[in-house]
């Protein structure tokens, strides 16, 4: 009984690493290449129309990046299991990438035929990590600390209160007394630090942290 090829897309910016990956996986009767993308909206709009079991996907690219590639495509098709391919391991990229839904993160120094067991372990919905990743998600999980919040100054804190109560840049500034510049530095210092995307998300954590108390219901 013959088994299906593993359906793999490729969404990378750059030419040759691209004909490199495919020349080697279709080397694998196993594998089967259906794309390539050179940008992660590209990689969207082929993950929508080909739904591939795996894509291999790298973060630094025009249009759109690999992070909000593998949100959407995960969104548009949840079978598909997403392995982040690139030359980052930095915590700003590992930790959005895995809350994206990359189910692997590797760096382009893996071994051929350890990327090869990536992919087959993708298929079967097993995570795979480079050691260096695995580290710094292990560190993240065991950290001995009270509050996420504990990473934020005095200053951040009030700013991420302020965000949970719904005030804009502008209305933080005027309130905080500081500039708006300093504001959007204090947001953005606080969205790294917490590994978050958006105020939305960072709204939520204050309220879940207990940061900002949710309002009692009127009473009548």
């Not at 065991?142 to 840049?169: F, H, Y």
Request: glycine residues 6%; charged residues 25%.
């Amino acid at each position: 009984m013959s088994v299906e090829p593993i359906r793999v897309l490729l969404v990378d910016d750059h030419a040759v690493v691209r004909r490199g990956l495919s020349a080697f996986l279709m080397t694998y009767d196993e594998l089967e290449v259906v794309g390539e993308a050179a940008s992660g909206m590209e990689g969207v709009e082929l993950a929508a129309q080909l739904l591939p079991d795996v894509v291999l996907m790298d973060l630094v690219m025009p249009e759109m990046d690999g992070i909000e590639a593998t949100r959407r495509i995960r969104a548009i098709s949840p079978s598909t299991r997403v392995i982040v391919l690139t030359s980052y391991s930095e915590d700003e990229r590992i930790f959005p990438a895995i809350k994206a839904g990359a189910l692997s993160y590797l760096l382009k120094d893996v071994g051929p035929e350890e990327l090869m067991r990536a992919i087959k372990a993708a298929q079967r919905g097993e995570a795979t990590l480079h050691p260096a990743v695995a580290g710094r998600l292990m560190h993240e999980l065991t950290a001995a600390r009270s509050s996420p919040l504990d990473e934020l100054t005095e200053r951040e804190r009030e700013v991420l209160t302020c965000i949970a109560r719904g005030m804009s840049n502008a209305e933080i500034a005027q309130s905080l007394g500081i500039g708006e510049r300093t504001v959007k530095t204090h947001v953005s210092n606080i969205l790294s630090k917490l590994h978050l995307q958006d105020r939305t998300q960072a709204a939520l954590l204050a309220l879940r942290e207990r940061l900002v108390a949710l309002d009692p219901p009127a009473t009548r």
